[in-house]
């Protein structure tokens, strides 16, 4: 028995690609109450999963994936960022979180050769804190039920939505969600002053260095003095992970700073579950 959610998970083929002008505006603007346009929101919405490949630049060979959403309203593709901040607004981001979780542990689930690699979810830290546990209890559903593992699971802190809360709060929230054997990344680090001071409270077990100061990086002295002093600040270059690698130079520029894993169009597009074993067969020689 693997619960009901399993079958009720909404998947439909991949259309479009990410980004997409957001039509929310236009949609509110049809709705007139708020739970209303939630509700909408949520059972007028598709959201399908993409993953991207996080490689070790040694073995070259995946140690895990990104999972990504690609949600569309009415048909029209929606920006990731814009349906959380929507639904955060609405405090419904538990459950969009929720859903994001369950969708990619359904993709990755036990059993599948995919599952022994690393799953990267992207979760807010608000979603961490929320005071009903409702996350928690769900972690502890797939884990009693066998549906992952704990080791299995890192969970990328994001920040594009602004909410005070107090790091030291989050700090005990994940403390209990370590407990289990999760891991914590935060993402996109360098993209704002804010998640420096987040590095610095949560110690967490992976920095996933911002795109924007990876891009270019081979070029531009400033990126490379930045990067370097974040990953002498770091302990372990194992714990870096380089977003946005496009191109060899770029690769070579933060492989030479010691950073040993990356994810970016160099190595793979975000990929829809059914083409990851086509890629893990061409790319490591992976007999799936
Ligand atoms: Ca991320």
């Known amino acids: ?14 259309r479009g690609g990410g980004g997409g002008k957001l039509p929310l505006n236009e949609y509110l603007s049809s709705n007139t109450s708020n739970s209303s346009w939630c509700d909408n929101l949520f059972s007028r919405t598709i959201v399908n999963m993409v993953y991207q ?26 920006r990731p960022d814009e349906w959380f901040r929507e639904a955060f607004a609405r405090r419904r981001s538990v459950d969009a979180d ?66 005070d809360y107090h790091l030291l709060t989050l700090a005990e929230s994940l403390h209990n969600l370590r407990s289990f054997g999760i891991r914590i990344a935060i993402d996109d680090v360098g ?22 100061l990876v891009q270019g990086v081979s070029k531009s002295r400033a990126k490379q003095d930045l990067l370097s002093c974040l990953a002498a600040y770091v302990d ?11 191109d060899a130079a770029d690769l070579a520029a933060v492989q030479a700073m010691g950073i040993s894993l990356s994810q970016g169009y160099y190595w793979s597009p975000p990929l829809p579950f059914s083409s990851l074993p086509d890629w893990h067969r061409q790319t490591e020689g992976s007999d799936f």
């Open 98 to 163: 929720v859903r994001v979780l369950k969708m990619a542990v359904t993709d990755m689930q036990l059993g599948h050769e995919l599952s022994r690699l690393m799953l990267f979810v992207n979760i807010l830290p608000t979603t961490i804190v929320d005071f009903d546990r409702s996350f928690l209890h769900v972690l502890e559903f797939l884990f009693r039920n066998g549906l992952c593992r704990p080791e299995q699971l890192v969970l990328e802190l994001v920040e594009f939505i602004p909410f």
């Open 236 to 246: 372990s270059t194992d714990s870096i992970i380089a977003e946005g690698v496009e």
């Open 191 to 212: 993209a704002s002053g804010a998640n420096l001071n987040a590095l610095v409270q949560l110690q967490p077990d992976f920095v996933k260095l911002d795109r924007t």
């Open 1 to 14: 028995m693997k619960g009901n959610w399993l079958q009720n998970i909404h998947k439909t083929p991949l």
């Open 53 to 78: 490949p996080i490689v070790d630049h040694v073995s070259r060979r995946a140690v895990g994936h990104e999972a990504l959403i690609r949600p569309q309203v009415n048909g029209v593709p929606v």
